[in-house]
């Protein structure tokens, strides 16, 4: 995984374990799951988009150019 955010995903995952709140516990880990997720899609977006190559346009039969 790229370190998209990695720094503040390991600090929300600190800070939950301080929180005593259940619920706000599990939203804190829920929000750092959801950014892992995110992070992981804009890699594969990334590498995808590196892999297309502009395809020339054909030029249309019968025109001059």
Known sequence: MQNIGATERRK??????????PQAQRMMLKLATDYDKLADRAEDRAKHDAKLTPSPMPKAKGTAV
Request: glycine share 0%; net charge negative; charged share 50%.
């Open 12 to 21: 929300m995952r600190v800070l939950s374990d301080e929180i005593r709140d």
